[in-house]
């Protein structure tokens, strides 16, 4: 079936590198992407979203890439900080359909 | 910043009890969903509603499963008898058109 799949479980990080995280996705019908972060407890908090008309959108300190052709999302964390410790998750969604389909997840530990 | 909100942010019910649990998504979103996350695994859809009526819903929606929006805030999920399996974040989500969509901090619902 189709699905969203994330390369990575946990990732480890020092606080100021740069953080990469990937998400793979197969619906090729998926023409929006939303990266949430989700710390222990708590909801989904969106983060940044991209839709397929784009290959790459900056936020503060976030930057989402897609390759449609390999179809490849990924977030990039400038400057880890030790809140930005939490789990990731890529979600996809197409414009004529409605749910949101989340992939596996990362968890993103920053080092001090 | 507008909110989703979700009561009771824990819930603890029998086997076999009928669970409500209580959303209150951005009043001037249009869209409603149900999701769930088992602990540990990622985040699944439940069911979507809009215009007064589900629609979509995924194969865990059963028809122990039930939604409601009673009136113009509130939108509910009941579960008609609670099994230990249906233990779990439950989270509410709402949307306003395209994009956007703002997840509450959920019900933890544990059923013993």
């Known amino acids: 079936g189709e699905s969203v799949g994330l390369h990575l479980p946990t990732l480890s990080v020092q606080e100021g590198d740069n953080s990469i995280i990937n998400c793979a996705y197969s619906?090729?019908?998926?023409?929006?992407f939303i990266w949430y972060k989700q710390e222990s407890g708590k909801g989904p908090q969106f983060i940044i979203d991209?839709?397929?008309?784009?290959d790459k959108r900056q936020g503060q300190r976030v930057t989402v890439l897609l390759n449609k052709t390999v179809k490849h999302l990924s977030l990039q964390i400038a400057a880890t900080q030790p809140g930005d410790s939490a789990v990731y998750f890529c979600?996809?969604?197409?414009?004529?359909?409605?749910?949101?389909?989340f992939g596996g997840g990362t968890r993103v530990l920053v080092k001090p | 910043e507008p909110e989703v909100t979700q009561t009771p942010s824990h819930q603890v019910t029998q086997m076999g009890q009928e669970v409500i649990l209580r959303c209150v998504p951005i009043?001037?979103?249009?869209?409603f969903y149900w999701y769930r996350q088992i602990l540990g695994q990622k985040v699944e859809f439940l069911v979507s509603?809009?215009?007064?009526?589900?629609?979509?819903k995924s194969e865990i929606f059963d028809d122990q499963f039930s939604v409601e929006r009673p009136d113009g805030s509130n939108f509910t999920l009941k579960i008609r008898s609670t099994k230990l399996e249906d233990s779990a974040m439950y989270f509410c989500?709402?949307?306003?058109?395209?994009?956007?969509?703002?997840f509450g901090s959920g019900t933890r619902l544990t059923v013993v």
């Open positions: 989500a709402s949307r306003q058109g395209l994009g956007g969509y703002t």
């Open positions: 619906n090729s019908a998926s023409d929006y």
């Open positions: 991209i839709r397929s008309n784009m």
């Open positions: 979600a996809e969604t197409s414009a004529a359909g409605n749910k949101l389909t």
């Open positions: 009043s001037n979103h249009l869209y």
């Open positions: 509603f809009y215009n007064n009526e589900i629609s979509e």
